[in-house]
């Protein structure tokens, strides 16, 4: 069973960054669309990032131009970095894994979460 745990979160001024980074075990020798999903309370669920299995980016408009989606080369941890910070990213922000390339279904294993708060 695929396992995600995240690390990274914590509080920051705005205009500030962090690095979220994501530990991935127990994979099989399959191929993995990899996301970063944030949720706040009173807001709607939001797909920030997410990074196909032939590299392929993709994020949100609120995020993009500020926020990168990396996978190191033997793809078992994801990053997203989160540059010019804004109240409004305050979440909580999961790393989420799907096998086979990206779809619109959504992601079918999910992290614990880590907590970003922006002040």
């Known amino acids: 069973q695929v396992q995600l745990v995240e690390s990274g979160g914590g509080s920051v001024q705005a205009g500030g960054s962090l690095r979220l980074s994501c530990a991935a075990s127990?994979?099989?020798?399959?191929?993995?669309?990899m996301g970063w999903i944030r949720q706040a309370p009173g807001k709607e669920r939001e797909g920030v990032a997410q990074?196909?299995?032939?590299?392929?980016?993709r994020y949100s408009a609120s995020v993009k131009g500020r926020f990168t989606i990396t996978q190191n080369s033997a793809k078992n941890t994801l990053y997203l970095q989160m540059n010019s910070l804004k109240p409004e990213d305050t979440a909580m922000y999961y790393c989420?894994?799907?096998?086979?390339?990206?779809?619109?279904?959504?992601?079918?294993?999910w992290g614990q979460g880590t907590q970003v708060t922006v002040s």
């Open positions: 989420a894994a799907e096998m086979g390339s990206c779809h619109p279904y959504g992601f079918g294993y």
């Open positions: 127990g994979y099989t020798d399959s191929r993995y669309c």
């Open positions: 990074i196909d299995t032939d590299g392929t980016t």
